[in-house]
């Protein structure tokens, strides 16, 4: 055991130990040759380098350091090939040596043949040679898999248009779409599926000096599949997304991004039940998956042009749906109708599909069947564009706010990413010229914008839609996927980015994790559990959308709004719940610059009441970027609220200590006590402690 410890030392204590061994082996002193290595490189990232500790006139001591390089796998076993020559070995340690003189073969001791990526295992040994001699390596293998290409492949298949009557009546369609793979596919895997939408966009172009100019003034491709020689280039809108797809492709997903030009995109209305085609966005969306299926059943050949065989390559356990504009529209319509009781798309897509997550930026709200889709049962962010002209109201905020009042069997978070300076078109690559208003403004109001209005796109604007998207798929998509990049969207976390963004979020719709305090969905005056509500000072308040509006503050100590949601002497247990969950904004002329600001009491059941904690630390009650509130989520961790008898409280009390300008108010909504479902990333403490 002595020589074991000693030997691992390097400089003076190797020709300690080096001598040691001379003297003992009744050879010549030993002579200290200094660090010299050689090393070797074996298949898959595994290396051995080899390493002197000492030498003398008849032997050596050396280590050899064995590293695994491989960018993702641990080794389950390594051995190394190692000539000593005419030698013979008189001390080896940590390791297992098949022989004593020539050529052995090295392996590791019992349980410790793992080497994790980008870590080593070091074994030694002394030798006495006739002669001056130095060994060498020979060889070095393990179990490690094939090292992954780097990268992606971009492919695309286009099938024959046809009238496809499950699809949409009277119009030639066509499955089109680009298929993003990892360069390098692993042997017997399975891997999950994204699908990508894009939005309505003119389907014919013509290239000048810096862009594209799209127009579809005549509709040309979506009726005939053909542009007119003014605007001869087919616009590849499901191409505008490939930064994003790339990356996750990467990853280790597949990516199908679809094409909806034919007999889709347009100007021509469609149905009264469904004016925008997003229904029938949804169901080609469900095509694409039954021929996916089919492929990787194997009962039609994968098209040659993908360039791989998806027999048995595709899990439709872990799908994830990505849609912008009518394309987020379509591909929450496209959920929905898989599940809709009755339905016939899960007897034609060949295996079960599970939808784990969908994703949406500046998405319409339109009927599709005669009614407006709101998802439930499944993880849900949207991607709200400051500066979008398209979507101007902001119609993926209203899908936000129905999904408080969706019942959940499976609870799954729902939030939405408010990215200040974003415009609508620039999410997209393909869709080179800014949205603007009817006036022809194109900019933000009240904040810089992340884009040149007279440049083709924006790269930084890009960037908030790549984090954001990969950090939703890879927290809620495959079976490898990290929860913890969840915390992107969720206020209980930092937000880790240096551009502005205000986050909504609450994390399903189900008592267990989100238990309703106030929605104010009664008439002014009475709270949500039919009780009457409580104020002093000078303010007016008012109920409506679902939405309590205090005005006319003039603060004081003893200026407070109260709800009641429990007559005293009774309460709710709150001691399972984390937050106190609340929506806020400013009220008052978006135009006109100042920060508000209010405290927040819990009510116990004998009517004391807890210290007031500021809302300062957790939303900044500024000017919104223009006239839309968007009422950002506070998550206020219960502990914060010192004297609150969180095993029965009856009340949460605003109170306005602080002065008000004339014409300035707070907006309230969505009071909740919530649970943490959000796993913390590495390194990263929850907001407020």
Same mark, same amino acid.
């Given at each position: 055991?002595?020589?074991?410890?000693?030997?691992?030392?390097?400089?003076? %204590?190797?020709?300690l130990f080096?001598?040691?061994?001379?003297?003992?082996?009744?050879?010549?002193?030993?002579?200290?040759?200094?660090t010299t290595?050689?090393a070797l #490189?074996?298949?898959?990232?595994?290396?051995?380098?080899?390493?002197?500790d000492?030498?003398?006139?008849?032997?050596y001591?050396a280590?050899?350091?064995?590293?695994?390089?491989h960018?993702?796998?641990? &080794?389950?076993?390594?051995s190394?090939s190692?000539d000593?020559?005419?030698?013979?070995?008189?001390? #080896?340690?940590?390791a297992?040596f098949s022989?004593t003189?020539?050529?052995v073969?090295?392996t590791?001791?019992?349980?410790?043949?793992? @080497?994790?990526p980008?870590?080593?295992?070091?074994?030694?040994?002394?030798?006495?040679?006739?002669?001056?001699?130095?060994p060498?390596?020979l060889?070095?293998?393990?179990?490690?898999?094939?090292v992954?290409?780097?990268?992606?492949?971009?492919t695309?298949y286009?099938?024959p248009?046809? @009238?496809d009557?499950?699809?949409?009546?009277?119009?030639?369609?066509?499955l089109?779409?680009?298929?993003?793979?990892?360069?390098?596919?692993?042997?017997?895997?399975?891997y999950?599926?994204?699908? +990508?939408?894009?939005?309505?966009?003119?389907t014919?172009?013509?290239?000048?000096?810096?862009?594209?100019?799209?127009?579809?003034?005549?509709?040309?491709?979506?009726?005939t599949g053909?542009c007119p020689?003014?605007?001869?280039i087919?616009?590849?809108?499901?191409?505008?997304?490939?930064y994003?797809?790339?990356?996750?492709?990467?990853?280790?997903?597949?990516v199908?991004?679809i094409?909806?030009?034919?007999?889709?995109?347009?100007?021509r209305?469609?149905?009264?039940?469904?004016p925008?085609?997003?229904?029938a966005?949804?169901?080609l969306?469900?095509?694409?998956?039954?021929?996916?299926?089919q492929?990787d059943?194997?009962?039609?050949?994968?098209?040659?042009?993908?360039?791989?065989?998806?027999?048995g390559?595709?899990?439709f356990?872990?799908?994830?749906?990505f849609?912008?504009?009518?394309?987020?529209?379509g591909?929450?319509f496209?959920?929905?109708? %898989?599940?809709?009781s009755?339905s016939?798309?899960?007897?034609?897509?060949?295996?079960p599909?599970?939808?784990?997550?969908?994703?949406?930026?500046?998405?319409t709200?339109e009927?599709?069947?005669?009614?407006r889709?709101?998802p439930?049962?499944?993880p849900w962010?949207v991607?709200?564009p400051?500066c979008?002209?398209?979507?101007?109201?902001?119609?993926? $905020?209203?899908v936000?706010?129905?999904t408080?009042?969706?019942?959940?069997?499976t609870?799954?978070?729902?939030? +939405? %990413?408010?990215?200040?300076?974003a415009?609508?078109?620039?999410?997209?690559?393909?869709?080179?010229?800014?949205?603007?208003?009817?006036?022809?403004y194109?900019?933000?109001?009240?904040?810089?914008?992340?884009?040149d209005?007279?440049?083709p796109?924006?790269?930084?604007?890009q960037?908030?839609?790549?984090?954001a998207?990969?950090?939703?798929?890879?927290?809620?998509v495959?079976?490898?996927?990290?929860?913890?990049?969840?915390?992107?969207?969720d206020?209980a976390?930092?937000?880790p980015?240096?551009?502005?963004?205000?986050?909504?979020?609450?994390?399903?719709s189900?008592?267990?994790v989100?238990?309703?305090?106030?929605?104010? @969905?009664?008439?002014?005056?009475?709270?949500s559990?039919d009780?009457?509500?409580? &104020?002093?000072?000078?303010?007016t308040? &008012?109920?409506?959308?679902?939405?309590?509006?205090?005005?006319?503050?003039v603060?004081?100590?003893?200026?407070?709004?109260q709800?009641?949601?429990a007559?005293?002497?009774?309460? +709710?247990?709150?001691?399972s719940y984390d937050?106190?969950?609340?929506?806020?904004?400013?009220l008052?002329?978006? &135009?006109?610059?100042?920060?508000?600001s209010f405290?927040i009491?819990l009510?116990?059941?004998d009517?004391?009441?807890?210290s007031?904690?500021s809302?300062?630390p957790?939303?900044?009650l500024?000017?919104?970027?223009r006239?839309?509130?968007t009422?950002?989520?506070?998550?206020?961790?219960?502990?914060?609220?010192e004297?609150?008898?969180?095993?029965?409280v009856r009340?949460?009390?605003?109170t306005f200590? #602080?002065?008000?300008?004339?014409?300035?108010?707070?907006?309230l909504?969505?009071?909740?006590?919530?649970?943490?479902?959000?796993?913390?990333?590495?390194?990263? $403490?929850?907001?407020g402690?």
């Amino acid at each position: 055991m002595y020589m074991k410890s000693v030997s691992h030392y390097v400089g003076s %204590y190797s020709l300690l130990f080096a001598v040691a061994l001379a003297a003992g082996c009744g050879g010549a002193p030993a002579e200290k040759v200094g660090t010299t290595s050689s090393a070797l #490189t074996g298949a898959n990232g595994i290396k051995a380098d080899l390493v002197f500790d000492s030498q003398w006139g008849q032997g050596y001591c050396a280590r050899v350091i064995v590293r695994n390089d491989h960018p993702s796998a641990t &080794t389950g076993s390594w051995s190394v090939s190692l000539d000593v020559g005419p030698g013979t070995t008189f001390t #080896t340690w940590d390791a297992v040596f098949s022989g004593t003189t020539g050529v052995v073969t090295v392996t590791p001791q019992s349980g410790s043949g793992a @080497i994790p990526p980008s870590q080593s295992r070091q074994f030694g040994v002394c030798v006495s040679t006739p002669s001056p001699a130095q060994p060498s390596i020979l060889a070095v293998s393990s179990d490690l898999p094939a090292v992954p290409a780097q990268g992606a492949v971009i492919t695309e298949y286009k099938l024959p248009p046809d @009238i496809d009557p499950l699809v949409l009546e009277g119009r030639a369609t066509e499955l089109w779409a680009s298929f993003y793979r990892p360069a390098a596919l692993e042997p017997g895997r399975q891997y999950p599926l994204l699908v +990508f939408m894009h939005g309505s966009h003119p389907t014919c172009g013509r290239q000048t000096a810096d862009r594209r100019i799209d127009s579809d003034r005549d509709g040309s491709y979506g009726d005939t599949g053909e542009c007119p020689a003014t605007h001869p280039i087919v616009v590849p809108s499901h191409r505008g997304y490939d930064y994003i797809a790339t990356d996750l492709a990467e990853r280790g997903y597949f990516v199908l991004s679809i094409n909806t030009n034919r007999g889709i995109n347009g100007l021509r209305a469609g149905s009264e039940q469904d004016p925008l085609y997003i229904g029938a966005r949804g169901r080609l969306l469900l095509r694409h998956l039954e021929r996916l299926s089919q492929w990787d059943a194997g009962l039609i050949d994968t098209p040659p042009e993908l360039g791989v065989d998806l027999e048995g390559r595709v899990d439709f356990s872990q799908v994830g749906l990505f849609g912008h504009s009518r394309g987020g529209n379509g591909v929450r319509f496209a959920y929905e109708e %898989y599940r809709r009781s009755g339905s016939g798309w899960p007897g034609l897509i060949k295996e079960p599909v599970v939808f784990r997550g969908i994703f949406e930026i500046g998405p319409t709200d339109e009927l599709a069947n005669g009614q407006r889709v709101t998802p439930s049962d499944v993880p849900w962010n949207v991607l709200l564009p400051a500066c979008d002209w398209d979507q101007s109201n902001l119609p993926g $905020l209203g899908v936000f706010e129905r999904t408080f009042s969706v019942a959940e069997a499976t609870p799954s978070a729902k939030s +939405f %990413y408010h990215v200040w300076g974003a415009n609508h078109n620039f999410y997209n690559t393909e869709w080179m010229t800014p949205d603007a208003n009817g006036g022809g403004y194109t900019g933000c109001f009240n904040h810089e914008p992340l884009f040149d209005p007279q440049a083709p796109g924006s790269a930084a604007q890009q960037e908030t839609g790549r984090r954001a998207a990969v950090s939703f798929f890879t927290a809620n998509v495959g079976v490898e996927r990290d929860e913890a990049a969840g915390a992107l969207f969720d206020p209980a976390f930092p937000l880790p980015v240096d551009y502005r963004v205000d986050r909504g979020y609450h994390p399903g719709s189900s008592s267990g994790v989100n238990l309703l305090l106030e929605d104010f @969905i009664n008439p002014t005056g009475t709270s949500s559990y039919d009780l009457a509500n409580e &104020t002093g000072g000078t303010l007016t308040l &008012t109920h409506g959308e679902r939405r309590a509006f205090v005005s006319n503050i003039v603060a004081s100590p003893n200026t407070f709004f109260q709800t009641n949601f429990a007559p005293v002497g009774s309460g +709710f247990d709150l001691t399972s719940y984390d937050f106190l969950d609340v929506r806020a904004d400013r009220l008052g002329d978006f &135009t006109v610059p100042g920060v508000v600001s209010f405290g927040i009491q819990l009510v116990n059941e004998d009517d004391s009441r807890s210290s007031p904690v500021s809302i300062d630390p957790y939303l900044v009650l500024g000017p919104p970027a223009r006239s839309n509130l968007t009422l950002p989520t506070a998550r206020i961790p219960l502990s914060a609220f010192e004297g609150a008898q969180l095993g029965s409280v009856r009340a949460v009390r605003f109170t306005f200590t #602080t002065p008000y300008p004339e014409g300035f108010g707070v907006a309230l909504a969505n009071i909740r006590a919530t649970r943490l479902t959000t796993p913390a990333p590495a390194g990263l $403490l929850r907001s407020g402690g």
